[in-house]
């Protein structure tokens, strides 16, 4: 029997922790940030750093990034994590930053789950990245918008890390064996196939699919393997997969089989994928953040109340916590199952982002642009406006309010479903309206 990786203890180190990258060559994913165009990049290779946030889920780099940063700017690297400090630890951690600082040296705070610190505890940073003690970088899975003050935002440059694609994550866990000091003497390999299902239940998350890859190298050198096959890593992750399914389907499946229940108005199928996932440990905060989403995507203006009813089911569960705020989670989800269905403004919102991002920046037409100057009167902002109110029905007939080379466009059509029919009735008698007026705005 081979000897264990994990026989001295005294010195061990995660696999995660010894592959971790020490340039940005050997950096990872996120190349919609570190691509050798793209403004971070630039930043970090000057070594002129500016504060920042790191939004993503776990696993994605964001501490590794952080400590790039403090390598190429050749600064102190000072780390707390909210999860285990206080003020105490910040208090100290400001102190040798501005230890460093009387040397001449850059310190680099980073804050890793930033976002479980309170208001008082962010707002103890704010006058240390003002006066340059500190580069501020924190790092967070959840939405910064929500969980973070705005006065540390606006001192901080936020940038969203994305979750690692299976591609990426199954070469990562092949090139483990030649790359890593440890493992590379035991001429170890790994089935393409079971390095595939890794990469698949680490869910983007490199460290996870690494500590997954130690431990079925480990269990293969107590077997005398020699390539790691598909049944070891499935012993393997069993546990993991079971983290978010119980019945072991991949967790992202489950939430698709979910959504796609809603959306096909089963609520038998929605509440049983809701309980698997509940049932695999699933964060029910992570659900219902999902199931607002649905609400908008596939209900839409067809029943505007499951924008609301998922609001509320999230408020409650906030408040309840678990196991009480499931149930109101369960009836939003019930609910949006049994709602008329609409993605006519889920479509819209689409084609019109898709219209913005690639289309000319079409000027605002001067009879819509505001004029609170009198230079701006002159230019004949404003002029030729039609106040709605004002008109027959509070309707100006025949005013256009898109810009002249893009004024037929319809993006917004609303199905014959729920409220909608109400809806597109109406929208179909404006229309009526504006054919017929002799006050177009846009000749032809």
């Not at 240390?128 to 939405?143: C, K, L, P, Q, S």
């Not at 690639?358 to 819509?368: G, I, K, N, Q, R």
């Amino acid at each position: 029997m081979q000897d264990s990786l994990f026989e001295n203890t005294a010195s061990y180190e995660p696999l995660a922790s010894r592959l971790r990258p020490t340039s940005l060559h050997d950096y990872i994913g996120q190349e919609h940030l570190l691509a050798e165009d793209k403004a971070l990049r630039k930043v970090i290779e000057s070594g002129q750093l500016h504060s920042m946030i790191f939004w993503g889920p776990p696993g994605v780099g964001k501490t590794t990034l952080a400590k790039l940063l403090a390598n190429y700017a050749e600064a102190e690297f000072l780390a707390l994590s909210a999860v285990m400090d206080g003020v105490k630890e910040i208090r100290a951690c400001i102190e040798q930053a501005k230890y460093f600082q009387q040397q001449g040296k850059t310190s680099l705070l980073f804050v890793d789950e930033v976002h479980r610190f309170n208001k008082s505890q962010q707002d103890a940073f704010l006058p240390f990245v003002e006066n340059g003690t500190v580069i501020f970088i924190g790092a967070t899975t959840e939405n910064p918008s929500f969980e973070l003050n705005s006065a540390l935002l606006s001192r901080a440059r936020v940038y969203k890390l994305r979750g690692l694609g299976e591609a990426v994550l199954q070469a990562l866990i092949e090139s483990v064996f030649t790359r890593d000091s440890v493992l590379k003497p035991h001429n170890l390999m790994i089935d393409a196939d079971a390095a595939l299902f890794l990469a698949r239940v680490s869910d983007g998350d490199a460290r996870r699919a690494l500590n997954l890859v130690e431990m079925a190298a480990d269990l293969a050198l107590a077997e005398n393997h020699n390539t790691i096959p598909m049944s070891l890593v499935q012993e393997i992750a069993q546990e993991s997969v079971r983290q978010f399914d119980k019945g072991g389907d991949i967790f992202y499946e489950q939430i698709s089989a979910l959504h796609k229940s809603v959306r096909g108005s089963s609520p038998d199928g929605a509440l049983y994928w809701y309980a698997r996932m509940l049932d695999g440990g699933c964060d029910p905060l992570y659900i219902i953040r999902r199931v607002v989403r649905m609400a908008s995507e596939d209900i839409g203006n067809a029943d505007p109340r499951g924008l609301q009813v998922a609001m509320d089911a999230w408020q409650a569960f906030e408040r309840l916590g678990s196991p009480e705020g499931e149930l109101a989670i369960a009836q939003a989800i019930a609910y949006l199952a049994c709602a008329a269905k609409s993605n006519a403004v889920y479509n819209a919102y689409n084609q019109v982002t898709e219209l913005v991002r690639h289309a000319a920046s079409h000027e605002v037409p001067v009879h819509l642009r505001n004029a609170p100057t009198s230079l701006m009167k002159e230019q004949g902002y404003g002029e030729q406006y039609r106040y709605a109110h004002d008109e027959e029905h509070a309707y100006a007939a025949g005013e256009s309010y898109l810009p002249e080379s893009i004024k037929d466009q319809v993006f917004y059509k609303p199905v014959a479903r729920g409220l909608e029919v109400k809806i597109k009735s109406k929208l179909d008698y404006l229309a009526e309206l504006d054919r017929h007026s002799p006050n177009k705005r846009y000749r032809s």
